[in-house]
């Protein structure tokens, strides 16, 4: 369902000519209201209305709300102006930016799931950006400019 909902925002955000900023808002309130509405049917999150939506937060709570709010605004980026290989390859790499950003800070060990892991991404990175792109876009920009030289009567197909 994940993945559904990825492309079909990816969809919306590519058909809508209008700002981004109002996409996301429109973005995080339907999301505020999936949510919400999940709150009052799961009988383990009710326990929330009685205390309160932010009871329990702290330090480290607020810098996850602000870095997946943060997130969020680069996904709408993606998904406006890229795919959604691209936006699953920024998750990967962020996956494996947080775990070489965690071994200093909390001190952890690698485990061999997690190399390897890493080196699947870094292969994946590789294999999708291999410079073929930029390579369609200059083959690309050579036929342009040969269809606008020539009559188009001996040029090549």
Not at 29 to 35: A, I, S
Not at 95 to 102: A, D, K
Request: proline share 1%; net charge neutral; glycine share 10%.
């Amino acid at each position: 369902s994940s993945d559904l909902a990825g492309v079909y925002n990816e969809k919306l955000l590519k058909e809508l000519d209008s700002c981004i900023h109002f996409q996301n808002a429109v973005a995080y309130v339907l999301g505020c209201g999936w949510n919400a509405a999940y709150m009052f049917i799961d009988s383990t999150s009710r326990d929330i209305l009685k205390g309160g939506l932010l009871t329990g937060y702290n330090g480290y709570t607020w810098a996850y709300v602000i870095s997946a709010a943060t997130m969020g605004l680069s996904v709408s980026f993606m998904f406006k102006y890229q795919d959604n290989i691209s936006r699953l390859l920024a998750i990967a790499t962020s996956i494996g930016v947080t775990l070489f950003i965690s071994i200093p800070a909390l001190g952890i060990d690698v485990s061999i799931g997690q190399g390897t892991g890493v080196v699947l991404i870094a292969l994946t990175l590789l294999a999708y950006y291999d410079g073929s792109e930029k390579q369609k876009a200059t083959e690309k920009a050579q036929r342009e400019r040969e269809a606008k030289e020539g009559t188009g009567l001996l040029s090549k197909s």
